[in-house]
Every structure is written in C-alpha cells, then in structure tokens.
C-alpha cells in the first residue's frame, strides 16, 4: 500500500495542478490599443495619430474599407482645432482581403500587430484634436462589440503664413477603413482614454439607470457565475470524456495488439507466484496500476506541453485542425489495412531488457511500459482520436480525465482474469473480429477527419466541404461501414474463410450482432439524406458545417426577434408574463448568423423561444447615436463615453453580466436576474433545447 501511496501521490499533485490551471480571467481583452502622436519627417504642418494595436492569436480587427459586413475600423474627429483631417486612415501592413459568403462581400483585417495611422494638416499655433478610433474584432467563435479608442492630443505648430482657413467647427468624419470577414469577430472595447483627455462638451455624467446597483441594469455578474459553475453541463463533459476513454479503451482491449496479450501476461503472473497466489494476484494489480499511470501521465503531458491557455483556442485554430484532419486520415488508412503505424523496435527492446534486469516494482512498471509500446499499431491511432476530441474540448483536464478512462478500460482485464483465472477459459478467442473492429473504427476516424477540415475550411472561407458536401462524404462512408459489415466488402488483411472442401467462401456468413450493427450503420446513413436538401438532421449537428453554406436548402424556418430595446422587451415580458432571453449580438457578427442559421430554425428550438420566451435581440454594433453621449467607468476604472445603441447595449452586456464576446444568450426573470447560466457560440442542437429548458424549470 505504501508503495502504491509513493507511486500515486505526484501523479495526484500534477492533477490538481492542472485543475488549478483551469481558472481564466472574467473578461480578458484581445486586442491591447494605444494612441500616440508622431511628427512627420520634414514636414512640420503635419502630424500622425499612431493608433497601435496587439492582437492575441487567433484573433483578428477588421479594416476601414468594409461596407454591408463586419464592424469597419472608422476614425471620429469630435473636436478639431487648428488642424484637419488630411488623407484616410491607412493600416501597416497592409491587410489581409477575403471574401465573406455569410455578408457576401470582401473584408479586410490585420491580425498579431498592426498600426492605423490618421494624418492631420496642422494650421499653425496651438492646435487640439479629440475623439476616438473605432474598430471591430472577432475569432472563429465569437465576435466583441465595436471598440473605441478615444484619443485627447494637443501641441504647437509653427506659425503659417495667413490662408483662407475653414471655418473650424468639431466636425465627426467616419472614414471607413479595410475589414475582414474571415468568419471571426474583433473584441470589444479595447479603447483606452489617452492622459490628460478633455471630455466632450455633450457629455452627461449621469450614470445609467442600474449602475449604482439598482434596476434591470443591476450587475449579476456573481449570480450568473454562480449558475455557470453550478450547471452540470461542465460535469457532464468531463464525465462524458471520462466514459469516452473508456469506451477507446474497451475498443483498444479488442484489437489483435492487445486481446492476444492479455492470456499470456496473467499467466506469466500466476505461474511466476504459484506458490503464493495473493502475490501473483497482486503483482497483476500493479501491472494494471502502471498501465494506469503511464496512460494519464501522458494525458498531463498533453495538458503540459499546449499549456492551459492554448488549449480552448486549438479548437479554432485553422492550420492546428488541418493537422488533425491529415492526422487522423493517417490513423485511419493505417486501420483500414494500408500500413502498419509502430514505434520503434528498439523501444519495446531496450523496455523489455529493463524488466528482465530489474526486481519488484520496477520491473512490473517496464513490462506494462513494454506492452504500450508494443501494442502502439492498434492503440495509438485510438488514442490519437481521444486526445483530439479531448485537447478541442475546452477543458484542460480533459486529457487526463480521458486517458484516465482510457488506461482503467486497459488494465483492469489483467486484473480481473489475475483474480478469477477461470473467466480466461471462456474469453473469445482471437479472430477475424478483431479486423472488422479495426476497419470500422477506421472508418470513423475518417468521417471525424472531416469535421476538422470543415473548421479549417470555414475560417479560410474556401467553401470546399458546404453543408451538403460534408453530408455526401458522411453518407457514403456510413454506407460503406455497413456494406462491410454485411461482408460485402473486404480488405487485404482480412482473413479468408474455407468450406469442407478447402475453398475460400467468396462471402462468409456473418453473426447476429454484425447483422444488426450493419443494420443500424446504413440506417444512420440514410437518416442524413434527407439533409441535402435542408432537414436539420439534429444528430450530426454539432459535426456538419452550418445551414447557411448549403446552396440548395429548402428550409426556410428562421426565427426573429420583435424586440432590440432591453427595457421595452422587459415591459413587453412583464406584461406578457414570459421570462426574457437576452440576445446579444451584431450586424457584423458571423457567429451569430450561424447559430441562428443552424440552431434556431430547429422545431423545438423555435416553439421555446417564440412561445415560451420574449425574445430581445440587442445589437453592439448599432451605430444609432444616444440622444446626448453618456460617459461611464468600468469597473476596471477606465473611463468610457456610450455615443451609439451599440455602445449602451455593449455596457449593459459587460457591466451587468461580466461578458463582452457575441453570441452570448441569457436567460432572465422580470427583473433582470438570471433564471440559468449563460450559452454562447455552440451549434449543438439539443444542448441549446436543454438550456432553454433549464431557465424555465
């Protein structure tokens, strides 16, 4: 007991460290931007206003030249005095240009580091010039409100000879600048207030109704955390992911790599302590409990090396799934017979040698090593599976999590056949079996290939696997699952069968639990038919690319709010007696039009929140201007000025539920309190069903 104490005791330590590693900032900001000031070289009636910006991975900002799509990066002169605007605002380097299929237009966008400069042609004397930069940023899930940069900037300029000058009144200028669509949305509100900023002259510090804690704008920021973190639906995952590494593990168990294995190792235990069976009995469960270790310590590894903070953003990253889908396409053709994927004999050599020199502990740990190593053909392609399901999760431990359900699927034959060695006499023997389960786990690997590429083709915008095409490719793989099955079809090395006379059967027969498992495989196929032409086909959801990307679809359900004011829907709700759910989002937001695309037309879906729910849908980037400029202060202290709807909906969406990315969905009572925790960006059918649900329970 002590030992298995010693064995275990680091291993628990690292776990929970990398539990502890979960914990994120509430609302960290992708985008950092600064303003500054700059002489132009040789030129001393000019000035640069340097707006700089540093975008995390993953992110980008649109441009200035977008029109009709996402949020375009605009400069807004409210006051100038002593100068003018001279030229548009220009991006360094130049921006990346797309077109967007959802808006269908081109955008423009600048990811990592850029500089928007505006030039200003100084009159001479003292001059002033004060407003803000706005701009939009997205990833490939979300998408933040329109952000201002509010720049103050004052200075002397030498003495010009008189001119015929404009009369200089504050004028507001909205240059529109390059944006991008590359189906991901900028963040928002990454403005700072330069020193030393002179407030407008419109500027009423009056604060909004809630912001001292009263009303529908009171902040509920702990309440809704505290529903967040109650909800089972994080549970649910990493149960999920628990009981899914048992089930690759129960797979890996019936593979020719294993299976044959599993007889020959617990009698080498028995006989090795058949003089005392505890001990043989024990040494088994050692055996076991290193497959064990070894298996999470590689989940911890995985968890270790991509580090907390990566890995949410893999699940979006473009060239990070095009690595999947040719990884697991590699896998798959090594299942379906095409080659064979091993590790390096003098591995499973030098790992075999270690366990022959070494005694007690040691020794048992090296011969569980040994058999990882060897059974590495059969195993690793399942095991890469996992982890890529595992690591685009979004839970840090979910590797570890995984690999632990993985390893206690792997060793606990060993010692259970230790404790009963009776059951070894009735275990199925090695067989043809083994390579059916091969190929169709192949075959799966393949189909879950695509979905990767789907994400990589959505965020190039390519349009290479639509809707309709990824469902072709699915259908036909499934169908061709089953006709295998039905022994249809065969593979090299699958093994042949002989009648009486010593001939090969051209089509053995084929067991019950084939048969049905057959059957079940070309129904699933034919359930995505109706798909190419608009069913939403709920089952495969959460894997096919989203409606909007099918050309011929004759779903025509769409679902729209009535209301895009917070306090006339909270009256409309009260008066209807409904709960409201919250719905903020954007004109430019491309996350948005895919869950309404893809999630809400669902039958269900629509009844709940068309009949059920008022509906308030609030856009960040309505550019309406407030009937007179609110200024506000964060709770970071930053100060900040509301001149458009956008801008107020923005406020109420960070100040009243801790949260600035779009979509972002929440439940909430009369009195602006929530009834569930919040949902974003998640094209799972049934789990948006079960929220709403969950806010009317």
Avoid at 390 to 417: D, E, H, I, K
């Amino acid at each position: 007991m002590n030992k298995l104490i010693k064995l275990f005791l680091p291993l628990l330590l690292l776990t929970l460290a990398a539990t502890a590693a979960l914990a994120q900032p509430g609302m960290a900001n992708p985008v950092k931007a600064s303003v500054a000031q700059k002489p132009v070289s040789g030129k001393p009636d000019m000035v640069d206003l340097v707006f700089t910006f540093d975008i995390d991975d993953g992110w980008h900002v649109y441009g200035p030249d977008n029109s009709g799509g996402p949020i375009a990066m605009t400069f807004n002169a409210e006051g100038l005095e002593g100068a003018q605007k001279e030229g548009a605002l220009k991006l360094s380097p130049a921006p990346k240009r797309v077109h967007d299929n959802i808006f269908d237009c081109e955008v423009t966008f600048v990811e990592k580091h850029a500089t928007a400069t505006q030039r200003l042609k100084l009159t001479g004397g003292p001059w002033k010039a004060n407003g803000y930069l706005q701009y939009g940023a997205c990833n490939d899930e979300n998408c933040l409100p329109p952000t201002n940069v509010e720049f103050s900037e004052k200075g002397d300029a030498p003495a010009q000879a008189p001119a015929k000058e404009e009369e200089q009144t504050p004028e507001k200028t909205s240059d529109k600048e390059e944006v991008t669509a590359d189906n991901e949305v900028l963040p928002a509100d990454s403005g700072q207030v330069a020193e030393g900023s002179d407030s407008l002259a419109n500027v009423t510090a009056l604060p909004l109704e809630g912001e001292q804690g009263e009303g529908l704008w009171a902040p509920v920021i702990d309440e809704l955390h505290a529903l967040d973190a109650a909800s089972d639906t994080s549970s649910r995952s990493l149960w999920g992911i628990f009981f899914l590494g048992i089930l690759g593990g129960l797979i890996a168990l019936l593979t020719p790599c294993v299976w044959p294995i599993i007889p020959m190792t617990v009698s080498f235990f028995l006989k090795r302590s058949k003089d005392d069976k505890r001990k043989g009995i024990r040494d088994a469960v050692l055996y076991g409990l290193s497959i064990i270790v070894i298996y999470v310590g590689l989940g911890l590894l995985v968890t270790l090396i991509w580090g907390p903070s990566s890995l949410n953003a893999l699940s979006t990253n473009a060239i990070f799934n095009l690595f999947l889908f040719a990884l697991l396409v590699v896998f798959a053709a090594s299942f379906l017979g095409g080659f064979d994927l091993s590790l390096p004999s003098s591995w499973s050599t030098k790992m075999d040698e270690k366990a022959s020199s070494t005694t007690g502990l040691l020794s048992i740990f090296f011969m569980a090593l040994t058999l990882v190593l060897v059974s590495f053909s059969c195993t690793g392609p399942i095991i890469g599976l996992l982890l890529v399901d595992m690591v685009t999760s979004g839970s840090v431990v979910a590797p570890t999590v995984g690999m632990l359900g993985f390893a206690l699927a792997l060793a606990a034959p060993f010692t259970l056949f230790a404790m009963f060695p009776t059951w070894l006499k009735s275990a199925p023997k090695s067989g043809n079996w083994m390579n059916v389960i091969k190929v169709v786990l192949g075959l799966v690997e393949l189909a879950f290939a695509l979905k990767f590429l789907s994400v990589a083709d959505l965020a190039y915008g390519w349009r290479l696997l639509d809707r309709e095409t990824f469902l072709c490719l699915w259908i036909m793989i499934f169908a061709l699952m089953g006709f295998y099955l039905l022994g249809w079809i065969r593979l090299p090395h699958d093994e042949d069968e002989y009648d009486d006379e010593g001939n090969v059967v051209a089509r053995p027969k084929i067991g019950v639990t084939r048969f049905l498992s057959a059957l079940c495989v070309l129904a699933f196929a034919l359930y995505m038919v109706p798909g190419l032409w608009g069913a939403p086909c709920k089952a495969v959801s959460a894997f096919a690319p989203p409606m909007w990307t099918q050309d011929f679809n004759l779903n025509t359900n769409t679902v729209e709010a009535v209301y895009t004011d917070f306090e006339e829907g909270m009256a409309a709700a009260q008066k209807a007696g409904k709960p409201v759910m919250l719905d903020f989002t954007g004109f430019g937001c491309v996350n948005c039009r895919k869950m309404e695309a893809a999630v809400w037309p669902d039958a269900r879906v629509k009844q709940l929140m068309t009949e059920d729910y008022v509906l308030v849908s609030l856009y960040v980037d309505d550019k309406t201007p407030l009937a007179e400029t609110v200024e506000v202060t964060e709770t970071d202290g930053t100060v900040r000025k509301l001149r458009t709807v956008g801008d107020k909906w923005s406020y109420l969406q960070r100040s009243k539920f801790g949260a600035q990315t779009q979509p972002f969905y929440v439940l909430v009572d009369h009195e602006g309190k929530p009834l569930a925790g919040s949902y974003s960006y998640n094209e799972d059918v049934p789990a948006f069903v079960k929220w709403l649900e969950s806010g009317l329970k």
